[in-house]
């Protein structure tokens, strides 16, 4: 599975755009995004709410995109702990999803 750091050198904000407008998506990619897996490394040590606030694009399609990342958050919050893939740091999950949403 590729994260958000294209191992072919794309950046990280082509990463989440292609993420964001692919139909076939899964929430355990983003459970494991917002548990630090699978991203590139910040100077920073940010969570992983900031990066993808960071590489949401300007204008317009940050617009578009900030819906779409949205919904799908709201999706992940929405279901049933039962029906989400487990996640080895819940606690991290829930509150990089809810930092992500209040800012969105």
């Given amino acids: 599975m590729m994260g958000l750091e294209s191992t072919n050198g794309g950046s990280t904000a082509m990463e989440l755009r292609s993420w964001l407008e692919g139909h076939d998506w899964q929430p355990g990619r983003l459970i494991d995004w917002m548990q630090g897996y699978e991203l590139p490394t910040s100077p ?61």
Wanted: net charge positive; no cysteine; hydrophobic share 40%.
């Fill in 44 to 104: 920073f040590e940010d969570q992983p709410y900031l990066l993808f606030l960071q590489s949401l694009p300007g204008g317009a399609e940050r617009t578009k995109l900030a819906r779409e990342l949205a919904r799908r958050v709201g999706k992940v919050l929405a279901a049933p702990p039962d029906e989400q893939p487990r996640a080895d740091r819940p606690n991290q999950v829930l509150y990089n999803l809810f930092m992500l949403a209040g800012n969105l």
